[in-house]
């Protein structure tokens, strides 16, 4: 986060429910929060959890400083006594998630809370900013990476972003999900993403011609020559422009041309011919990119017309999520201390599907034999999963659907990451949290993965924690 | 910017380019940028401009640190002397823009930047990258805004905003647009935009039962106690309960209910009888907010069914501009010195849309008599307009389409931000940019307005630009 002070960057009402447990003495009663989602964007068949680095930061600089202090008091609301707990803050909850580069489906916690509610709930709005964001476009670029079918995605969004964090985290939750590099150069000098671009239309406009700026550019970056060559015209002059560029710079020097892109036309039709060119001219290992908004239909389209494309630069379409911005993670109370005993809470709604499942619950993946997943179980907390012996995985809205499993491995997708405020997780560093979504997304059934009419990934509960909630639900009905 | 070293936040092209520019000693030929953008979102007749104030911020302090020239060092690929030249770097360049709050039209150019190439090229990414984000979210909250018809609009997004900036710079824009307020307390406390909120439906649902929340609630906050009543049942017991709170504990203080709001359920149906139940209470005074998930569409939609509500706490669809979350704004060279003359550049595109329209600009906006706006003409910078005479205004593309207006007033939208780098504007008050906002709006005429098939508004060219495109087109067309 860069040391900017964000403390206020919370919703208004998480201080108005905060003062107003303080000054009820219920500030220290124990709650405990889930972190979960209830639909998947552009109907897809799983999402990717991301942002948990950036969770962690938060938390571990959350401080309200003199200015803060001095701000909430002019609102002439809160509590002397609770500006005073502002004042000496410390984090003392617990705090569970997933591993950064996850796939996550609907209605399991993805990230808990469990502490004092005046902590939760003070916690709240950057928890959920930060989740949502970069889960948002982690799974918009799991998408299209994986549509791309091997070939490379670069991240090109920087200059439609939602501001400065979001070309930045955005990035960064592109890269964990599989991009090969962004064209924002902040992001190299933070993370080691790898910064990638050469040129712009402006660049060849601004030379008398289209060779003389290619000579230009080739002259400087004999070793990394790529070229834009659609500004004019892409057959006719573009790629001839550019095997000049070879025979006449290059090739005196021992050099080879790395690229070309194209950023418009028919790019299937155009990089098809370009290809053919380019092999004629003996520039077999020029790669080809493309670029123009983009996205994970585009890039298959464009693979199943033939295109001859090494690498798809995506930009707006994959750093705003621009078919669906939205990545509806909300924050919801699960238990409750109730004269000293964690007490499960429920919210029912009329919408089936809005019915919070309560309780302080973890989250099992079962995977078969060949590490394929088969489903998630949520179950209470402390429960355990013997693999040594069958399980009955079953609907828990079509109770009938059961199925027995007798081969299967089980981890516990909920880990600790704050024990009493404490930071109890060993961060990865980017290129594991990569490698680990890799390795996890490849435990995905196609059917789960495809774009279309996705298989629906079973998201079942144990039998205990089944029953209390049809016992709670009961409770409220009468 | 909160003192961020964002300098490096550039499209890596941008440093290649600017290299490249300054290995070739090209690197001070006087440039000019255009900023614009090709369509409205949402087939909107109009769009607002903002982020000046924040684009402002960045020139002035863009400096390239010893960590940043380091780690540019280490790509292997940049010319010692520019990277001296970039530890030296002193922004000198000519800067014009529209006022924020500005309603602005496809293909006008709403900021120009005018000064070194290498300078122009340098600062691109976050030029856009800031105009675009708030620009996008000040045309919807314009939307929303205009929607409710006078009813107040809160921005609720911060949760669901693509990171920290979008929630910030996000509810800035919203509020240049007229929304009434924000969620987040972060933007109160830095830019005095008002936060506001309550309660979250775990507050209701951490007592034991509704009516103790209430009542809790109302004894901590007397004088603005605003009640979420839909946790369990609006009618039924939400607004029975928030009845009871008023005379149980506020009319012994002498205090009455501020608000109620609704989170859930049918909005139209809920709020009339809500609304009913409350005057009949003697509640008359007490507001009614609704949330969930609202947009435009929806506001009007409510409205039109006689849905009896005071404030929309619009959240994500505002925030995220989820109908369209791009706004399209490019940056592309107009002119550029040729043997030390300004030489107009153009690009030509198959798509008629896409040809740029060349030459150092300026925006012309007329209005009528009665200070309503009647079309932009793009002029050639140094053209004037004399508002004594008739002026004939022409379609550029249908120019058979023509029309004299004879009684008018005219005001050039550009104007000088930055003169060789320094600062020669006076930046407005969030206050006055909301009002100027106001004032220019008004000016639109409401077919221009109307979110279903608007009127397009009329950006012209002066007769000299027209011509001198024509010329360009035909030179190229050779």
């Not at 924002?184 to 008398?208: R, W």
């Not at 199943?304 to 750093?319: H, M, N």
Request: charge should be neutral; aromatic fraction near 12%; include cysteine.
């Amino acid at each position: 986060m860069d040391d900017r002070k964000l403390t206020m960057l919370m919703d208004f009402y998480e201080l108005t429910m905060a003062n107003g447990y303080y000054v009820d003495k219920k500030d220290k009663e124990i709650a405990v929060f889930d972190v979960f989602f209830r639909s998947i964007p552009d109907k897809g068949g799983y999402a990717i959890f991301a942002g948990l680095e950036q969770v962690i930061e938060y938390l571990q600089n959350l401080k309200f400083g003199k200015d803060e202090i001095e701000f909430l008091e002019s609102k002439k609301i809160f509590d002397k006594g609770f500006l005073n707990y502002l004042s000496n803050f410390e984090f003392t909850a617990d705090v569970y998630a997933m591993r950064e580069g996850t796939p996550i489906f609907p209605h399991e916690p993805i990230l808990v809370v469990k502490g004092p509610i005046i902590e939760c709930q003070l916690v709240e709005t950057m928890i959920l900013l930060t989740i949502n964001h970069q889960s948002l476009i982690a799974t918009k670029a799991a998408r299209i990476v994986h549509a791309a079918k091997g070939r490379s995605v670069i991240e090109f969004g920087a200059r439609r972003a939602h501001g400065y964090d979001a070309s930045i985290y955005g990035a960064r939750a592109a890269y964990i999900s599989g991009v090969l590099g962004t064209s924002n150069t902040y992001v190299d000098f933070k993370y080691s993403i790898p910064a990638l671009g050469t040129m712009a239309h402006s660049y060849i406009q601004s030379y008398e011609d289209e060779y003389t700026a290619f000579k230009a550019y080739a002259d400087v970056y004999p070793d990394s020559c790529v070229l834009l060559v659609d500004t004019y015209n892409t057959l006719k002059q573009g790629i001839p422009n550019a095997i000049k560029v070879q025979k006449e710079v290059l090739d005196p020097l021992g050099k080879k041309l790395k690229g070309i892109r194209l950023d418009s036309g028919d790019l299937a039709y155009l990089t098809i011919q370009a290809r053919k060119m380019l092999d004629e001219a003996g520039l077999e290992d020029c790669k080809i990119t493309v670029s123009n908004s983009l996205d994970e239909y585009l890039i298959k389209e464009l693979i199943s017309q033939g295109a001859q494309i090494d690498t798809f630069g995506v930009g707006e379409r994959l750093v705003t999520a621009r078919s669906e911005a939205v990545f509806g993670g909300v924050f919801k109370l699960s238990a409750i201390e109730v004269n000293k005993k964690l007490t499960p809470k429920i919210k029912i709604s009329e919408n089936v599907q809005k019915t919070t499942t309560p309780g302080f619950k973890q989250v099992y993946r079962f995977y078969d034999e060949n590490c394929m997943a088969i489903a998630d179980v949520m179950t209470l907390f402390e429960e355990e999963i013997d693999a040594s012996k069958p399980y009955l995985l079953f609907d828990p809205d079509y109770v009938w659907k059961k199925k027995m499993i007798e081969t299967y491995n089980v981890k516990p997708l909920l880990i600790p990451i704050f024990k009493k405020g404490k930071l109890v997780y060993e961060t990865p560093s980017l290129e594991e949290i990569r490698a680990y979504h890799k390795q996890e997304f490849n435990t995905l059934w196609p059917a789960v993965i495809r774009l279309e009419n996705p298989h629906e990934y079973y998201v079942d509960l144990s039998e205990k924690l089944w029953t209390l909630k049809q016992k709670l639900i009961k409770k409220y009905k009468r």
